[in-house]
C-alpha cells in the first residue's frame, strides 16, 4: 500500500499532528440503502477501499452509525492492519434505530460507548480522529454542547482519542466547543450550491482548523446547474469532477471526502478533482451558490 502519495490533487494539510492528503474518501455510500445494513457488492466495496489506499487517500470518513457498524466493519477487513500514513476519522453522537432514523445520543455515557465501540470495530487503539456530531438529519440545530464536547474532551484525555472536531454544527456550536478543547476540524454540509457556511470556512481557514464538507457532489440528489455544466463542457470534464475542483480552490483547510461505491467514480474524482480552474471558470461557478 502506498505511503503518502504527492500524486492526489490538492496536497496536504495537517490535522492537529497528522497529516493528510486534502483528497480523501467518505465511506457512507459503502453501506446498504439508506445507510442501514450491509453492502448488495461486498467485494466491491472492499475493492473501493483498496482502491482508495492504492491511489494514495490518507484520510478516510466513516462513523459506526453507518450501517450500522458497516462500514467500520469494512474498513477494518479492507485495510486493516493499517498503513501508518493512513488516518481513518469517525463521529459520534448520534445512533440509529430500526427505521433508518438518527436519533441523538450525546450523554456523556453514550458517546464513551460509541467511542469504545467504534475502537472495536475499527480494530484500533485510538481513534485519530472523532467528530461530535451536533444537530440531527435535517441539519445543525441550535442548542449547547459544552457537556457533549466536554465529554469527548475527557475520552481524549484518557488517551482513546488523538484529536477532536464537530459536526453538523452551527458557527456558535463550533466557537462553544472550541473554548472547552481543541477543534481540528469542522465538517458541514457545503458544496458549490450549498454556502450556507462560507463565513464559517474562511473563520476556520484563519484559525489553522480544517473545513471539510459532506456532500461534496451534493450526497443523495448529485449537483446539477447550468453554470456547473458550461464550465464542464469547456473544460471537457465531468461536472462533477469540476465541482470537486472548486472546493480545492474555494480554500486551503477544505478536505475533500467524496462518497462512492464504485471503483470508476473513485479514479475519476481523484483525477477530477485536479482540474484547473481559470479566473473565468471561478467566477461563473461562484454565481451558483450566491443566487
Ligand atoms: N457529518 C455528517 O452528518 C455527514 C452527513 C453525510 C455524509 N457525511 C460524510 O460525507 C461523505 C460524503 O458524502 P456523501 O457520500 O453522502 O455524498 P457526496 O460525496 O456528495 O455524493 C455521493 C454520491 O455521488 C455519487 N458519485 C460519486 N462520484 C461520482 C461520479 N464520479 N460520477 C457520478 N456519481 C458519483 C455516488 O454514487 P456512486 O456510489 O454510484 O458513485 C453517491 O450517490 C460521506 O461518505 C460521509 O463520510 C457526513
Redesign the pocket.
Known sequence: MSALSPSLPGGTWTLGDLTVGRFG?????LAGPGVMGPPADHDGAVAVLREAVDLGVTHI???DA?GPRVTNRLIREALSPYPESLHVVT?VGARRDEQGGWPVARRPEELRRQVEENLESLGVEVLDLV?L?V?DATGPVDGPVAEAFGALADLREEGLVRHLGV??ATAAQVAEAQAVAPVVSV???Y?LAHRGDDALVDRLAGEGVAY?P???????S?LQSSALSAVAARLDA?P??VALAWLLHRSPNILL??????V???R??AA?AGLKLSGEDLAELDTIGRK
Open positions: 474518501y467518505g465511506a457512507m455510500q470518513d466513516t462513523s453507518y463521529k467528530y456530531r444537530g459536526s453538523n465538517q458541514n454540509m458544496n471539510v459532506f456532500f461534496p457532489l451534493g450526497g443523495f448529485p465531468a462533477l469532477s471526502i467524496p462518497g462512492t461505491s464504485s470508476a467514480h473513485l475519476e474524482n477530477g
